[in-house]
C-alpha cells in the first residue's frame, strides 16, 4: 500500500553488499529504493526530533529517506562521507561506523561467537598490543586464546613459546 513517495530506502555508497536487497526492493515496491553513489546526491537536513534526517537532492522537491545504511569507508575511524551522512540521523539505520568496525575485527566477532554466544570458532591465537578496550580483560571464549604484549620489541621468546 506505500507508494514511492510514502517509503525511500536509501543505500549509500557502494552498491554491491545491498544489491540483492536493491533488486528485491525495486520488485517488491518500484522507486521505493534508492541508491547515492555519490555525497552531492544526499545532504543532512534540520531534523525536529534528532540532529538531522537524509534529504536527497536529485528529486524535485528532494526526497527524505525513511530508512538508511550504507558502506562505512574500512580504515576510516569516521566511516567516510556514509559515516558522517549516516550519523544520528531521525530515521532507522542499518549499521554505524561503530558496528561496522567491531564487526571488521575478526578477533572481536569471534570472542562475541565464542563467549556470548558459545559458538565453535577456530582454533584463534592472537597476540594484541596493550589493553584493549574492546576485549576483556581475561576473556574466557572457548577456542580463542588471548596474549597480551606491553611491546612488541623483545618478547620473541614469548612469541615462540605460545
Do not use: I, K
Not at 506505500?2 to 536487497?21: E, H, K
Request: glycine share 12%.
Amino acid at each position: 500500500g506505500f507508494g514511492p513517495l510514502d517509503m525511500t530506502v536509501c543505500c549509500l555508497g557502494s552498491p554491491t553488499p545491498f544489491l540483492p536487497v536493491l533488486l528485491e526492493g525495486g520488485t517488491r515496491c518500484t522507486g521505493a529504493m534508492v541508491l547515492c553513489l555519490s555525497p552531492p546526491w544526499a545532504r543532512r537536513v534540520p531534523s525536529e526530533t534528532s540532529p538531522g534526517a537524509c534529504a536527497l537532492e536529485p528529486f524535485g522537491p528532494p526526497r527524505r529517506a525513511n530508512y538508511v545504511t550504507g558502506t562505512f569507508a574500512p580504515g576510516d575511524p569516521e566511516g567516510g562521507w556514509v559515516g558522517e551522512l549516516a550519523r544520528d540521523l531521525d530515521c532507522p539505520t542499518g549499521g554505524s561506523v561503530p558496528l561496522a568496525h567491531r564487526l571488521q575485527d575478526t578477533l572481536v566477532a569471534r570472542w562475541v561467537l565464542a563467549a556470548g554466544a558459545n559458538l565453535p570458532v577456530p582454533p584463534t591465537l592472537a597476540f594484541v598490543l596493550g589493553a584493549r578496550g574492546d576485549l576483556p580483560a581475561q576473556p574466557a571464549a572457548p577456542g580463542v586464546r588471548l596474549v597480551r604484549l606491553q611491546d612488541p620489541q623483545g618478547q620473541q621468546s614469548l612469541v615462540e613459546e605460545e
